[in-house]
């Protein structure tokens, strides 16, 4: 039945506005989402390439990824739309890959059995990830420290802790947050957490497209190519106004990444911006015959230009460099053509690429440092709310985040008088 008390404007169709428009339209709440760009998806979204589909940006999810997992299962068109594999680390020489046992134990074993690195780090590691399942900090600090404090080696340092870190938080160990470092590794820890999925579909088709349909089917409205110029308080609500409309709403969710809320809201001075810094990721994507393969779906390097290879199947493989660093002061064409030497030296005797594209998201996330502060869903000003991977939570800026957000602020919604 529909709440006809309640009509909501969500700003961003991104995967944490769209986890939003969803659930309010599923529980009945007429909702109208706008979005800026001709696709939906934001951050996570699939592009045309050379005939090829690719994505803003190579992702992968996690079996801890509960709430965008339930949300892709009922909305998603595409029968099995990932690859679904239990942990499998190979980064250079260190092999890590869990075992068929229940958890803890499939990792525990894992480590025990890992190989390249000495009997000594192995244990320790193991040591480390049977505490950090009960490990509570009083205090923040770096994942630096955390590791020095339970005295990992250089050896698993380099090829399980820095490559995860920069995995999970987009952020070195130096400066990312132990707290949120340790929230990842727990949930990962239990259940099927730490399974990999990499998907077999753009990532709009995996959940935005999807959801958007039945969101439409609901009543709702989807607008693309429709940036929102302001959001002002009018009486009992929100004026949100477009290029050519202008309409009111009871409540609003603004959806958009951080770095564009603040023109977003210039008209609402009781939102307190966040104040981040932010880290890039780049992804290089390499079209080469369609026979070529990778001898895994994913491999990891410790030295060099990119941390991680991802085999997209038809010959294209993704390439990806999270984090700051060296590489960003190449040309394209440069970083194009290291990248390939790279994997050659996984794949020996590769042929040059029929093409290359590099696409390098400068504020890909935002920088998930020591006792980072991240704003409530909730706002000061009473029907209006910020969803979006970089609000309050435990996880940092992944999809999961972002539904959560969308759904915390739908939940709310859907309870406040
Ligand atoms: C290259 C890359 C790789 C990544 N890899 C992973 C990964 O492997 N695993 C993982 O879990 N996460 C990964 N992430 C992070 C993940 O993509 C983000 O956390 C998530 O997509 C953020 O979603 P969001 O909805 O919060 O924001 P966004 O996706 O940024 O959505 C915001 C939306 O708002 C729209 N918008 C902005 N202004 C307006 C306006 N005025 N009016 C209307 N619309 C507006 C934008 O167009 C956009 O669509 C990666 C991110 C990048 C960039």
Request: glycine share 8%.
């Amino acid at each position: 039945m529909e709440d006809m008390e309640k009509r909501v404007a969500v700003i961003g169709g991104g995967y944490a506005g769209i986890a939003a428009a969803f659930a309010l339209s599923e529980s009945g709440i007429p909702v109208t989402l706008f979005e800026s760009s001709k696709t939906l998806g934001g951050r996570a979204r699939g592009l045309d390439c050379n005939g090829a589909r690719i994505d803003n940006g190579q992702h992968i999810l996690l079996g801890c990824y509960r709430e965008t997992l339930a949300l892709i299962e009922k909305t998603c068109k595409i029968p099995e739309p990932f690859f679904r594999m239990p942990l499998e680390l190979a980064v250079d020489a260190f092999r890590l890959g869990a075992f068929p046992l229940p958890p803890p134990f499939d990792l525990l074993f894992g480590l025990l059995f890992s190989k390249g690195v000495s009997l000594a780090e192995k244990l320790r590691a193991i040591r480390f990830v049977a505490k950090a399942r009960s490990l509570e900090l009083q205090a923040d600090i770096s994942v630096e420290t955390l590791l020095e404090s339970h005295a990992q080696g250089s050896g698993i340092t380099n090829f399980l802790w820095k490559p995860l870190c920069i995995a999970a938080l987009n952020t070195p160990i130096e400066t990312a947050s132990a707290r949120v470092f340790l929230a990842v590794l727990k949930d990962g820890l239990s259940g099927r957490g730490s399974d990999l999925l990499i998907p077999k579909v753009d990532l709009s088709s995996l959940f935005p497209t999807g959801a958007a349909e039945i969101i439409r089917e609901n009543g709702g409205g989807i607008l693309t190519s429709s940036p929102v110029r302001f959001v002002r308080k009018s009486s009992g609500g929100f004026e949100v106004s477009t290029d050519s409309t202008s309409r009111h709403f009871s409540h609003a969710i603004l959806a958009v990444a951080p770095q564009h809320l603040a023109r977003l809201a210039r008209d609402l001075p009781e939102i307190k911006l966040p104040d981040f810094g932010y880290q890039p990721i780049c992804t290089i994507y390499s079209q080469y015959p369609e026979t070529t393969r990778l001898p895994r779906k994913m491999t990891g390097f410790s030295q060099g230009l990119a941390q991680w290879l991802f085999d997209r199947g038809s010959g294209l493989i993704a390439a990806v460099i999270s984090a700051e660093g060296k590489h960003l002061a190449l040309p394209h064409s440069e970083l194009a053509a290291e990248v390939h030497e790279e994997t050659r030296s996984v794949i020996p005797g590769l042929p040059p690429p029929l093409w290359q594209k590099v696409i390098v998201e400068k504020r890909a996330t935002f920088s998930c440092t020591v006792d980072v502060e991240r704003p409530e869903q909730k706002t000061t000003l009473p029907g209006l709310y910020l969803a979006g991977d970089y609000t309050a939570g435990k996880y940092p800026a992944t999809l999961e985040a972002a539904v959560l957000s969308g759904l915390a602020c739908a939940n709310q919604i859907r309870l406040s008088p």
